[in-house]
């Protein structure tokens, strides 16, 4: 009869595989996750809200687009946003 303590049980080789196993296991589920999630696992940021002078897809578009969707989101002021604009088409006009 084969019990506890004849010999046949697991030894050292045996518990340092399991516990590489288990390592290796967990790990690639955390890579996973991390790798599938919304988020990438990078910085997390607000999705319904694009960044700062940006969209959703992070392209950037012209000046007048970034400065648009900074006055639409209340980041500037009437006064600031109507100099600013003033600013960005007399350059405009003067690089042509």
């Known amino acids: 009869m084969m019990g506890y303590g004849n010999g046949y049980g ?3 080789g045996g518990w340092v595989a399991m516990a590489i196993f288990w390592i290796a296991v967990i790990t690639l ?3 996973s996750v991390s790798r599938f999630s919304s988020t990438g696992g990078g ?3 607000d999705s319904t809200r694009p960044p700062r002078g940006g ?3 992070g392209s950037t578009g ?5 400065l648009d969707r900074r006055f639409a989101a209340g980041d ?12 960005l088409r007399s350059s405009r006009s003067e690089s042509r």
């Open 43 to 45: 910085g997390r940021t």
């Open 10 to 12: 697991m030894g050292a």
């Open 62 to 66: 012209t000046a007048e687009d970034i």
């Open 55 to 57: 969209a959703l897809d």
């Open 29 to 31: 589920i955390v890579w």
């Open 76 to 87: 500037l002021d009437e006064d600031t946003y109507r100099s600013m604009r003033a600013t």
